[in-house]
């Protein structure tokens, strides 16, 4: 799950903790670009090498879009308790405009990602996740 609550705002950082496959992020709105960047990545064993992570579009009353996956391995090079600063990193591009609204208990538009697949089965633990949709940076 992710320390902080759902949201829909466009760019902003968290944690995860104790995610498993399928796991999904909240939510933002967004266009033309974002980014999604692992600080220090870590299972509960120490065993985890590496996650994908999946860009997906809310549609409404429709399965939602899935973008290309990216597969994150140097932030799993953290050792906890280091001072050691390990990112992975994953860009989409060419994205159209998705408004993440939340009405009721569900979200009408927007962007969140995914860990489909990782090394094990988890959990996987993130120190810091950043979202991002500012190309320019």
Known sequence: MLVNAPGASANWSSSITEWGPYSESRRWTDESYSEVRFANCYGSDEAMFWTEVRLKRVVDNAPDVSYDTKTYTN????IRGSDSH???AGAWTG???SAAVKQGDEYKGGYYFDTPHMDETGPLNVQTVYQDTTQAD
């Open 75 to 78: 932030c799993f090079n953290y």
């Open 86 to 88: 390990y990112v992975s």
């Open 95 to 97: 994205l159209p405009y």
